[in-house]
């Protein structure tokens, strides 16, 4: 890994339960204080990277079977997901996930204890997720079962980052939520990347939104990754555009027969 980077994933491949493939020679690099999407269909293989780097691919009877990643200078590998939590890597899953039964401030309370901080540094840490995000402060002795779809993404976003992550994993942040309500989430990842330095790796189908907010794209499909590039390059393409943004006469297409296809009439 060069000093820069922060995250790196050499050539892994994951399977779930012995049998079924889900990745397939996936490899990446994330430079530290920069934005990176993976973009594709379902079942492309996001969450699957996603849940291989966080570790918690060993939860749902997956394996990196091959290759290596490291996070930091730490082999995740070799790193229970704890202790990755611990050294600054933390992932959203995809869902909303939050504790219902409890308020806006309790769940957030949940994740800073992973550092154990002392109640200054608690109060600190709340005050600043409520700077990021004044709908949870407006509802911050709310249950968070009573929330809307997008404060409880925001809630969960909240949740990872009061334990001051240096790398946020964000699975399909945008899923059932309103154009707005989008915009607002990424406008408040763009400002934590910017104000903060903090660096985000996100999965997401909406690849409109993820190259907008994004500094580098990976288009994956079935498990691989079949391009990558800059992401204000990749939003002017036409074959990402056809196969991704739903622009062009020849209707959606994989990115792979996309290329093909452009190439060809490139070629004539």
């Keep these: 890994m060069t000093t820069s980077s922060i995250l790196r994933v050499d050539n892994i ?21 920069r934005i990176h999407a993976l973009l594709g269909a379902n079942g492309a293989g996001k969450t699957t990277t996603l849940k291989a780097i966080s570790g918690l691919i060993r939860a749902e009877r997956g394996e990196v079977t091959c290759g290596s990643i490291h996070f930091a200078g730490h082999d995740v590998l070799k790193s229970d997901p704890a202790a990755l939590v611990s050294q600054g890597l933390v992932q959203v899953l995809e869902g909303r ?47 968070a079962g009573y929330l809307s779809g997008g404060e409880q993404q925001m809630l969960a976003i909240g949740r990872a980052l009061i334990a001051s992550p240096r790398l946020v994993l964000l699975d399909e942040p945008s899923m059932g939520l309103a154009p707005q309500i989008v915009i607002e989430i990424f406008e408040i990842v763009r400002r934590l990347n910017h104000e903060e330095g903090v660096s985000f790796l996100l999965a997401e189908q909406n690849a409109a939104i993820a190259l907008r907010y994004s500094d580098h794209a990976h288009i994956l499909e079935n498990g691989r990754i079949a391009g990558s590039g800059p992401s204000a390059e990749l939003a002017e393409r036409d074959d990402v555009r056809a196969s991704y943004l739903g622009i062009g006469a020849e209707g959606r297409r994989s990115f792979r027969e996309a290329r093909h296809y452009h190439s060809r009439r490139r070629e004539h």
Aim: net charge positive; glycine share 8%; aromatic share 8%.
């Design 13 to 33: 491949h994951v399977i779930y339960d012995q049998v079924i493939l889900g990745a397939r020679g996936i490899s990446l690099e994330l430079p530290e204080g």
């Design 97 to 143: 996930h939050c504790f219902a039964e409890l308020d806006v401030d309790e769940n957030l309370r949940v994740g800073a204890f992973v550092r154990t901080p002392s109640r200054a540094d608690l109060r600190r840490g709340l005050e600043r997720i409520y700077t990021y995000f004044p709908r949870l402060a407006e509802r911050r002795r709310s249950r």
